[in-house]
Each structure stands twice: as structure tokens, then as C-alpha cells.
């Protein structure tokens, strides 16, 4: 069992940036490929962003592209969705999830795992 922990989440004004971390609790990456998602009251699950393994290949959704970044740091296990330009249409609770058995980011939220429990992202007018 995997549990992901998030953090860096909060309140921010629009046109603000925020930077979220994801770290396993309890145990290491290894060989994970890592995604971002986020869900906003009454409406689905969306992917944001994935990372591969090696941190060589990355997947934006095209609400993101320009302004969020995803990156990764093996050695000190975490993943990071960096967000700038932050806009109200992006308050929702942000989600990180890995897939456990494979070193491949996917856009899809069925190919992932195990999830965090998320963090709150609200970006106020």
C-alpha cells in the first residue's frame, strides 16, 4: 500500500502562483511515473499533469500549458505541479497519484493507482 501525501495547497489571489508537492509516506518512489489531477465541486476527476520516472517526459492538459510546470526529485522523493498565473477556474482540490508498476505518465486517471488525499487550490478573483 501506498499512501502519497500532499501539501501546498491554500488561498490565493488570481494572477498568484502556488507550488505543490507530493511525497510517499513511509516508503520511497521507485520506478513510478507521477500524475496531477485536480476536481472541482460537482464536476469529474481531471487529469493536469504527469511525469515520467526519469522526469523525461511530460503531459500538460491544455487548461495548464504555459503556466504549470511539473517536475520531480528522486533523491529527495517528492513530485512538484509548480502553477503560475493562477485563475479562479482552477480552485479545486489538487490530487497527486502514481503508477505503482510502471515508469510510463499517462493522461489517464484509470491508469493510476493510488492517489493523496488532496490539497485545496482556491484562487479568488
Known amino acids: 500500500q501506498v499512501q502519497l501525501v500532499e501539501s501546498g495547497g491554500g488561498l490565493v489571489q488570481a494572477g498568484g502562483s502556488l507550488r505543490l508537492s507530493c511525497a510517499p509516506s513511509?516508503?520511497?518512489?521507485?520506478?513510478?511515473?507521477m500524475g496531477w489531477f485536480r476536481q472541482a465541486p460537482g464536476k469529474e476527476r481531471e487529469f493536469v499533469a504527469a511525469?515520467?520516472?526519469?522526469?523525461?517526459?511530460?503531459y500538460y492538459a491544455d487548461s495548464g500549458k504555459g503556466r504549470f510546470a511539473i517536475s520531480r526529485d528522486n533523491a529527495k522523493n517528492t513530485v512538484y505541479l509548480q502553477m503560475n498565473s493562477l485563475k479562479p477556474e482552477d480552485t479545486a482540490g489538487y490530487y497527486c497519484?502514481?503508477?505503482?508498476?510502471?515508469?510510463?505518465?499517462?493522461?489517464?486517471?484509470?491508469?493510476?493507482?493510488?492517489w493523496g488525499q488532496g490539497t485545496q487550490v482556491t484562487v479568488s478573483a
Open positions: 497519484a502514481t503508477r505503482s508498476r510502471s515508469v510510463v505518465a499517462t493522461t489517464r486517471k484509470e491508469d493510476y493507482d493510488y
Open positions: 511525469i515520467s520516472w526519469t522526469g523525461s517526459r511530460t
Open positions: 513511509g516508503r520511497t518512489f521507485n520506478n513510478n511515473a
